[in-house]
């Protein structure tokens, strides 16, 4: 059962079916968890030994960093197929988050050789809970519920809420007693989200209790070798790497990463657009869909900058004091949530404002706005470190302009590129296209990790052509994207006008 009978007479949650409550608290302990641990990663990757960090090269941080959470949106591929065909969307969370936990719980443990063993359990949790629970709240709905666009904004605020507790108690945990207790905290706060998933799942009625398509026995138990066996050499090879029997470089391994996932991207997109038997209007739409894929994955590596080169210029080179009290480093994080929770009305007016005045911009001209805005922030970042290259410390008001220039362009091309794929794929070709366009977050997180590794602390001088490089780059992809969605936009009408 997929489908409550009485959706849409289920109002108990402001309006919407309960199940949304449940899902809405389990996301936001969920992103608690995820964000409040993600914001510490790279700080406590590069601190010395004496501050109980890790003690690594910026690079070498910096490529693990993009790795992680490059692998996070990348296993969300394998953990929508594991629900739709093996144990449904309830069960992928359920376990998800008992994995996410028991991950956050190994990294609690001051011991220096169980790190990557809980970003492990991290990844493969957050890939079996988080496709899966966004595709449930979708589920609540039945397909004329006029409702559904207003319950993923419920949703979404969930998810910045979260992420802004996140921010603050895990940034504040990690200032005051140490980098363990803030990972302890993001695994009391995913805990308190299993609690109440748990106590509150009859709210869901049902809802995606089962895999949508069932495998046949047959196949089910091959499906389930298959994962055990792959979860066996992951194992193994963690262990070849704990034992010093195998040693990698991380850099040159997320530069192996980036090029396999920007190859399978290619390779798929290409397929589809050859070998999938599209008409001229299909292919046309297909071009229009390329120009948003890659205005993400340039996005994405600019913006995932937060969790990097940010939060170090944040913990060493601007001035957090106010009076007495420094603002940990892990506060200035929770800006972009903030601002999004702000901002989202804001936008959501003007894009139907301009929807009444028979305004629509084309997708790639709207996402790569949004690319140019966020790099307009890195330009705030040029004269900030040439702040801090004088050997003064930057007042907190650069990066806060920082994070509001960034959360602009994050609502600038974000839901629209959403939006893009879901009314430019071919509709026989929409999942998988959607989960091609995945792809883009991951490639974006890897290569910002890589971009993070040139970063040097020590060296202050290089800081402010290290952030204008990266505004130059982006500006420019975004200009190139702004000038050919200007040709595209009749090829969008025409798909809009076909499926209309």
Known sequence: ????????????????????????????????????MRVLLVLYMTASMQEGGLQLTVAAAGAIYGL????VYFMGLPGGWIADRLIGGQKAIWYGGIIIMLGHIILAIPIEGTFFIGLIF????????????????????????????AGYAIYYMGINLGSFIGYIVCGYLSTAYGWHWAFGAAAVGMAIGLIQYRKTIGNLE??????????????????????????????????????????????????????????????????????????????RGMIALLLVCVASACFWSGFEQAGSTLNLFAQDYTDRMIGTFEIPTGWFGSANALFIVLLTPFFAAIWINLGKRMVSPAYGIKCAVGLMIMASGFIVMFFAAQIAAAGLKAAPFWLILVYFLHTVGELCLSPMALSAVSKLSPRRFVGQLMGVFVLTYSIGNIIAGLLAGNFDPNNVAEMPSLYMQIATFSIGIGAVILLLGMFTKKWEKEVEMTES
């Open 1 to 36: 059962m997929n489908q409550p009978a009485n959706s849409s007479l289920n109002t108990s949650f402001f309006g919407h079916p309960k199940g949304l409550q449940t899902l809405f608290f389990t996301e936001m302990w969920e992103r608690m968890s995820y964000y409040g």
């Open 68 to 71: 992680y959470t490059g692998s």
């Open 122 to 149: 991290v990844v493969l949790g957050t890939g079996l809970l988080k496709p899966n629970i966004s595709a449930v709240v979708g589920q609540l709905y039945s397909i004329e519920d006029k409702r559904r666009d």
């Open 206 to 283: 049902g809802v995606s209790a089962e895999p949508v398509d069932r495998l046949s026995s047959t196949a089910d138990r091959n499906s389930r070798l298959t994962i055990g066996a792959l979860l066996l050499v992951l194992a193994v090879v963690t262990w070849l790497m704990m034992t010093g029997k195998l040693v990698f470089n991380p850099v040159q391994l997320a530069e192996s990463v980036a090029i396999i996932f920007t190859a399978v991207f290619a390779i798929y997109f290409a397929a589809i657009y050859f070998l999938g038997k599209l008409d001229g209007r299909e292919k």
